[in-house]
């Protein structure tokens, strides 16, 4: 398999990437994603784990999860409150995404 990409692909998942940046409170959806971009959803996974060496599901996670730190450490909002904002059913859910993520649960994530 050729691991190199056409550049317009490049382009076209980097165009996704400014999204996911621009919308963290929505949830993933692979199909609409990419169809956004033009993509198959097939295309979409082997291109963005062959671009970026993750797939698109994890690294929109990690986006969220890296958005709903900094907005607790800038003391906006509460863990429950973040939640909610990042489209999550309850607490318990978004706290084994944010462990998941970075090793540890929300409630001993420190403000600095």
């Known amino acids: 398999m050729n691991k190199i990409l056409h550049p317009e692909d490049c382009k076209a998942i980097d165009k996704l990437i400014v999204y996911m940046n621009e919308n963290p409170q929505e949830n993933f959806d692979v199909?609409?994603?990419?169809?956004?971009?033009g993509f198959s959803v097939s295309k979409l996974n082997k291109s963005f784990k062959v671009y970026m060496g993750i797939g698109p599901a994890?690294?929109?996670?990690?986006?969220?999860?890296?958005?709903?730190?900094?907005l607790h450490v800038e003391d906006a909002y509460t863990w429950t409150e973040i939640s909610t904002i990042f489209g999550y059913a309850d607490l318990a859910s978004f706290s084994k995404a944010?462990?998941?993520i970075?090793?540890?649960c929300p409630r001993n994530a420190?403000?600095?």
Do not use: C, D, L, W
Not at 59 to 67: G, Q, T
């Open 58 to 70: 994890s690294y929109f996670r990690n986006i969220k999860m890296e958005k709903a730190r900094k």
């Open 31 to 37: 199909s609409k994603h990419a169809r956004m971009i």
């Open 98 to 100: 944010f462990k998941r």
């Open 110 to 112: 420190t403000h600095s």
């Open 102 to 104: 970075h090793g540890f």
